[in-house]
């Protein structure tokens, strides 16, 4: 495996090329939705959003949170449910109708004026706007701007090709304060085709390069959170930050000690941080060496 650490000393894949040419389509999409081949939905919320809700909120109310690529994401309820107002967009319609079937939200549906074929489905309370639609179609004068992101299966699942358009149009639905959430996976390109695809943090770097260093990614966790596919997963979680060098831990309780300390010693970046990069390992045996690692609480 081709594999070299980059100034934080936190391991990279560097063979990124095999992936570059990769094209899903918007069809491809909506008949893995047909297939139920979503095998990325999380039926309980993601444990990491779980776990940095304070650092996305930042102890502020009733805020503005984007879900881009949505897909029937559990946590846009949750945040809802809080007092934020949240807004997606998906592709996919049927993944939009699920959401509001499997939480029994009454919804009523209305064309997007500014985007032909476009629809909006809205909750009933007003609370939840989800926009079919591609991401590409949106823009600021459409859903506004934006005072939180959370970014699951979203970059990842962007075609290579179309990545800078992407954190491009984010950039562009950013408010003032912020804070965006990406959680990105960890595993060697070469040994799956993805989505979810394999974005390094040199790329995360220059795709938001246009924030300028003080306000662009300057934390990035790299947690070992755990990916759901029947048969080859487990559970698992460790970080490491900028400034603190990479490892591959074997076992011990040493290591949840070095956890603890971890977590506190970036207490403080995570409240400045503007962009907080994370990783979901893909714990498929094929796709990374995952080195014997304790199972911690996640
Ligand atoms: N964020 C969700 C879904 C991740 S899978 C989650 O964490 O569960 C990626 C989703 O993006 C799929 O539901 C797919 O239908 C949708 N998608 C793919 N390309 C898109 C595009 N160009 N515009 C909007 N949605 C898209």
């Known amino acids: 495996m081709d594999r070299s650490a980059n100034a934080a000393g936190v391991l990279e894949h560097s063979d990124t090329g095999a992936q570059e040419n990769r094209v899903v389509t918007e069809e491809e999409w909506l008949q893995k939705w047909e297939m139920r081949n979503i095998g990325f939905h999380k039926e309980q919320g993601h444990p990491l959003l779980q ?26 309820k949750r945040l809802a449910d809080m007092g934020h107002h949240v807004v997606g967009v998906e592709v996919s319609e049927q993944a939009l109708k699920e959401f509001f079937a499997e939480h029994s939200l009454p919804y009523s549906e209305e064309p997007v004026p500014e985007i032909p074929g476009a629809k909006k489905l809205q909750s009933t309370s007003g609370n939840i706007s989800l926009y079919c639609c591609s991401i590409y179609d ?40 912020s804070s965006y959430l990406l959680v990105t996976v960890s595993y060697d390109p070469t040994k799956h085709k993805g989505p979810p695809f394999y974005v390094p943090e040199s790329e995360i770097n ?67 941080a503007r962009i907080i990069a994370m990783e979901e390992l893909l714990l498929m045996s094929e796709l990374c060496e995952v080195p014997k690692l304790k199972t911690i609480k996640n």
């Open 206 to 272: 220059s795709l938001f390069d246009a924030l300028g260093e003080s306000l662009k990614f300057i934390l990035r966790l790299w947690i070992r959170g755990g990916w759901e596919r029947p048969g080859a997963w487990g559970k698992c979680s460790m970080m490491s930050c900028t400034g603190l060098p990479g490892f591959l831990p074997e076992k011990g309780d040493w290591l949840d000690k070095m956890i603890g300390e971890m977590e506190a010693s970036v207490q403080g970046c995570l409240n400045s």
């Open 51 to 76: 776990k940095y809700l304070d650092v996305l909120l930042g102890g502020r109310s009733g805020l503005r949170i984007f879900f881009p690529l949505c897909g029937k994401a559990v946590d846009m």
């Open 138 to 177: 949106l823009s600021s004068s459409v859903v506004g701007k934006f005072d939180g992101f959370w970014d699951r299966g979203a970059l990842v699942a962007v075609n290579p090709c179309d990545r800078q358009r992407y954190a491009s149009l984010m950039i562009t639905l950013m408010e003032q304060n």
